[in-house]
């Protein structure tokens, strides 16, 4: 991988679940975030083949244990994995793994990210402190990873772009980008910002 394709044009898709003659470099990512952050929604948006969900509806008992202050519309919740997979230009192939998000499912946490090259940290700039365990755990794991703020109606829009990396005591070299994880382009850019790390991040000799 010399350089991050660009998402200029049309989305690939494949419709199938075969992977195209092109595909070169395959790539194991994380989606990750806090609960409610949009990473179910942004693999949805981007995924070439029918994607992988293991949701459930919230219940009573689950409302008492998962923070809901600011989702108080959430319905359901990944209690596994998302799964999807996006083909970018140059063979480069991305398999996305979306993690559950609260704290209960923390055992699952390190089965999932097994074998990932990176991950893509989706956070919500109301609830910026809800991200700090996720965080914590990409940075435990030696993920190289980008912040990506998911866009909501009401989110706040006075931070500035210091301001937010300072609340997330993020190094000056990690990549923070806004996206709205709804739309295709904005999730693949977010992506892309992420894949451009790993090719930075890798040694001279192996680009």
Not at 76 to 90: E, M, N, Y
Request: net charge negative; aromatic share 6%; with cysteine.
């Amino acid at each position: 991988m010399a350089s991050a394709p660009s998402s200029t044009g049309e989305l690939p898709r494949t419709g199938g679940p075969h992977l195209p003659d092109t595909a070169r470099d395959l790539v194991k990512i994380l989606v990750t975030g806090p609960f409610g952050v949009g990473k179910t929604t942004l693999i949805d948006s981007v995924s070439e083949i029918r994607p992988l969900h293991t949701e459930e509806r919230l219940t009573e008992a689950s409302a008492r244990i998962d923070e809901l202050d600011g989702i108080r519309d959430k319905e359901t919740t990944t209690v596994a994995i998302d799964f999807g997979r996006i083909s970018l230009a140059g063979g480069v192939v991305l398999y996305l793994f979306g993690t559950p998000g609260q704290q209960r499912f923390r055992t699952l946490w390190d089965d999932i990210a097994y074998g990932a090259l990176g991950a893509l940290v989706l956070v919500d700039s109301r609830r910026i402190d809800a991200s700090f365990d996720v965080l914590g755990l990409v940075e435990e794991a030696g993920l190289p990873y980008a912040v990506a703020f998911n866009t909501f109606p009401d989110a706040p829009g006075h931070h500035t772009d210091e301001q937010l990396r300072a609340a997330l005591d993020l190094e000056p070299g990690t990549p923070m980008v806004t996206c709205d994880a709804r739309d295709p382009h904005s999730s693949v850019d977010a992506l892309l910002a992420l894949v451009q790390h790993l090719i930075d991040d890798r040694p001279a000799e192996a680009r």
